[in-house]
């Protein structure tokens, strides 16, 4: 009611206008200059941007003007009819139901799919179920409806776990190795053993060399398992790939702490993922941006990069924390930010100021 009220008092009050406007030299000159410089706009713009505002001005206006005098619009006669239709049905416009049944609230959906994804098992009749156990009296065409809506199978396969299931359950029982290379300035190329507790994410850095052998990679094995001690009898798995590298000796030092070793299976780094991703971020923020001189070299800043990684950089698959947070964190209101450079200033880490 107040839209079309506002719309009638508009097109009265230029009514008006147009009746106590009086004709003079001035005004004429005026009108030749706005109409050249609308042409010109013409010529320059094919299909203006008009605002809901703007076609309401132009409508009103098109009731004052004879039907003669509407070339002076850019817009075509039929637009300017079509824009009055507009406003006369939506003045008349009341709302109304829409026919069928109503649809299913957002939250029920989102607990739908939310059981899907927590139980990929799960088909559309168990999930069902669980809903009606929960309060909810929803059909099972509804969910399964929900379910074919969002991309998800409603009649989930009943094989074996795939190799995301199986890292997700498993995840605070698994270690995860490989090996990774840096190229010297004298283009030597020197390889690192590091191993990734996925559970934690927390990097072991446990040796670098530039000739690898099995027994080499074994001792290492040997000397991270007395490095981590009671942690390591939490450890049910490790993950690595088929490296010659590692050798039924390397293997037999986790087989003697009840630690089952699986392979992945042949070209699938995606398979040992958490590893390859560890390889791409030191890469990336620490060896592809400074120059590596030697073993020693290379030695030092692993060890610092690692420090600084576990202690201090954030993940966001920890809720934006690192592997082994500090120990508190005071108010950032009632304390100043210090700058901390490491790698020479490659890296920076910030901490509250005593």
Same mark, same amino acid.
């Given at each position: 009611?107040?839209?079309?009220?506002?719309?009638?008092?508009?097109?009265?009050?230029?009514?008006?206008?147009?009746?106590?406007?009086?004709?003079?030299?001035?005004?004429?000159?005026?009108?030749?200059?706005?109409?050249?410089?609308?042409?010109?706009?013409?010529?320059?713009?094919?299909?203006?941007?008009?605002?809901? %505002?703007? $076609?309401? &001005?132009?409508? @009103?206006?098109?009731?004052?003007? *004879?039907?003669?005098? #509407?070339? =002076?619009?850019?817009?075509?006669?039929?637009?300017?009819?079509?824009?009055?239709?507009?406003?006369?049905?939506?003045?008349?416009?009341?709302?109304?139901?829409?026919?069928?049944?109503?649809?299913?609230?957002?939250?029920?959906?989102?607990?739908?799919?939310?059981?899907?994804?927590?139980?990929?098992?799960?088909?559309?009749?168990?999930?069902?179920?669980?809903?009606?156990?929960?309060?909810?009296?929803?059909?099972?065409?509804?969910?399964?409806?929900?379910?074919?809506?969002?991309?998800?199978?409603?009649?989930?396969?009943?094989?074996?776990?795939?190799?995301?299931?199986?890292?997700?359950?498993?995840?605070?029982?698994?270690?995860?190795?490989?090996?990774?290379?840096?190229?010297?300035?004298?283009?030597?190329?020197?390889?690192?053993?590091?191993?990734?507790?996925? %559970?934690? $994410?927390? &990097?072991?850095? @446990?040796?670098?060399?530039?000739? *690898?052998?099995?027994? #080499?990679? =074994?001792?290492?094995?040997?000397?991270?398992?007395?490095?981590?001690?009671?942690?390591?009898?939490?450890?049910?798995?490790?993950?690595?790939?088929?490296?010659?590298?590692?050798?039924?000796?390397?293997?037999?030092?986790?087989?003697?702490?009840?630690?089952?070793?699986?392979?992945?299976?042949?070209?699938?780094?995606?398979?040992?993922?958490?590893?390859?991703?560890?390889?791409?971020?030191?890469?990336?923020?620490?060896?592809?941006?400074?120059?590596?001189?030697?073993?020693?070299?290379?030695?030092?800043?692993?060890?610092?990069?690692?420090?600084?990684?576990?202690?201090?950089?954030?993940?966001?698959?920890?809720?934006?924390?690192?592997?082994?947070?500090?120990?508190?964190?005071?108010?950032?209101?009632?304390?100043?930010?210090?700058?901390?450079?490491?790698?020479?200033?490659?890296?920076?880490?910030?901490?509250?100021?005593?």
């Amino acid at each position: 009611m107040s839209a079309s009220l506002l719309y009638l008092l508009f097109r009265q009050i230029l009514q008006m206008l147009s009746q106590i406007a009086r004709h003079g030299g001035a005004k004429d000159a005026e009108i030749l200059v706005l109409r050249h410089q609308v042409a010109v706009l013409r010529r320059q713009v094919h299909r203006p941007d008009l605002q809901p %505002a703007d $076609r309401v &001005v132009l409508a @009103v206006l098109s009731r004052l003007l *004879p039907r003669h005098r #509407w070339s =002076a619009f850019f817009v075509t006669p039929a637009t300017l009819l079509r824009w009055h239709r507009e406003l006369v049905a939506r003045r008349w416009t009341y709302p109304h139901a829409r026919p069928g049944r109503p649809p299913v609230d957002k939250q029920v959906g989102d607990l739908v799919l939310r059981l899907a994804a927590e139980n990929p098992t799960w088909g559309h009749r168990r999930i069902q179920g669980e809903l009606l156990n929960l309060g909810h009296q929803v059909a099972a065409s509804t969910v399964w409806k929900i379910l074919h809506r969002a991309g998800m199978d409603p009649a989930p396969r009943r094989s074996g776990l795939t190799w995301q299931q199986f890292l997700t359950s498993q995840a605070h029982t698994i270690l995860a190795c490989d090996f990774f290379t840096v190229d010297t300035v004298l283009l030597k190329r020197i390889y690192v053993l590091f191993f990734v507790e996925i %559970a934690t $994410r927390e &990097v072991h850095v @446990v040796g670098v060399t530039a000739h *690898p052998t099995g027994a #080499w990679a =074994a001792q290492q094995a040997r000397n991270l398992l007395m490095n981590l001690d009671q942690r390591a009898a939490g450890l049910r798995f490790l993950l690595r790939d088929r490296d010659t590298k590692f050798t039924a000796v390397f293997d037999g030092v986790f087989a003697a702490e009840g630690i089952d070793v699986i392979k992945t299976p042949p070209q699938a780094p995606r398979a040992n993922a958490f590893a390859e991703r560890w390889v791409g971020t030191v890469r990336r923020e620490c060896t592809d941006r400074m120059l590596i001189v030697g073993e020693r070299h290379l030695a030092a800043v692993l060890t610092e990069y690692t420090a600084h990684y576990n202690s201090h950089r954030p993940h966001r698959s920890l809720a934006q924390q690192p592997p082994n947070p500090p120990s508190g964190v005071s108010d950032l209101t009632a304390a100043r930010v210090r700058r901390r450079p490491i790698l020479g200033g490659l890296i920076n880490e910030y901490s509250q100021a005593a």
